[in-house]
């Protein structure tokens, strides 16, 4: 039986909905760098002064960029350094993974039997290939961010891998380089209290990309252990057909 048409366009309907209400109404102009420069002063002041105030809109903030897939997310990780320093390592890590967390259900209530009716044996060797190892592909995966985020928050929704396993991975994975974000976001401070543009490009150095992608390589170590056991394994013997070698005078 096919889902009904509201249930297969409610998600896509909802993310286009906040994406053309994120750049209609003008806030993709004011989370910017340059409004960010212009008016850092004043919103350092409010932060400092209105510090759990500050913690809670920066937090509501990151998860409707994360569950609406909104442009922003490395913007908002930079500027957390900057505004409110280290404790923003708490506040991305745990609203990212509640934003893919909703993302994640949302992906797999409404999709998912669409998917495997559509895709048939494809959608099959899919979901048993992702959740074999579904952990520490994810992990690798978050650690070194090669794909979008909003991709890899659906994908694994689409297999059988547990929730609870996505919200760990994705927990562990995004630490370290939230972490690497902030700390450079730090050292932004000064530039944005001069009202300039920080230079990102900092953000593609090897000194940032080659921590991550050992740790990334580190993840799949797993697999590739289970893997090489799995090729030692003696194949098992064919065992002849019934009468095929039945004696005849």
């Excluded at 500027?79 to 797999?108: M, Y």
Aim: aromatic share 12%; with cysteine; proline share 6%.
């Amino acid at each position: 039986m096919k889902p009904p048409a509201v249930k297969r366009l409610l998600l896509p309907a909802i993310l286009l909905a906040g994406l053309t209400l994120f750049f209609a109404s003008g806030a993709s102009e004011i989370i910017s760098w340059a409004f960010l420069g212009k008016h850092y002063a004043a919103i350092k002041t409010f932060a400092d002064d209105h510090i759990w105030l500050g913690y809670l809109a920066f937090f509501c903030s990151y998860v409707l960029a994360v569950a609406f897939s909104l442009p922003i997310a490395s913007l908002l990780t930079l500027a957390g350094g900057a505004v409110l320093g280290w404790p923003a390592v708490i506040l991305v890590v745990t609203a990212a993974t509640t934003g893919a967390g909703l993302v994640f259900l949302a992906a797999r209530n409404l999709f998912t039997d669409l998917l495997r009716q559509r895709a048939g044996a494809f959608f099959t060797k899919l979901e048993k290939g992702f959740s074999e190892n579904a952990f520490f592909y994810l992990l690798a995966l978050r650690l070194v961010p090669a794909a979008p985020f909003w991709a890899v928050n659906i994908v694994p929704a689409l297999t059988r891998m547990p929730f609870r396993q996505f919200i760990g991975a994705t927990c562990l994975g995004i630490i370290p380089g939230t972490a690497v974000y902030i700390s450079v976001g730090r050292g932004f401070d000064h530039i944005l209290a001069a009202g300039k543009t920080p230079d990102l490009g900092v953000l593609t150095s090897p000194a940032i990309l080659l921590p991550l992608a050992g740790l990334g390589a580190l993840s799949l170590l797993p697999i590739l252990m289970r893997r090489w056991q799995a090729a030692k394994r003696p194949m098992p013997k064919k065992t002849a057909a019934k009468g095929q070698h039945d004696e005849t005078d």
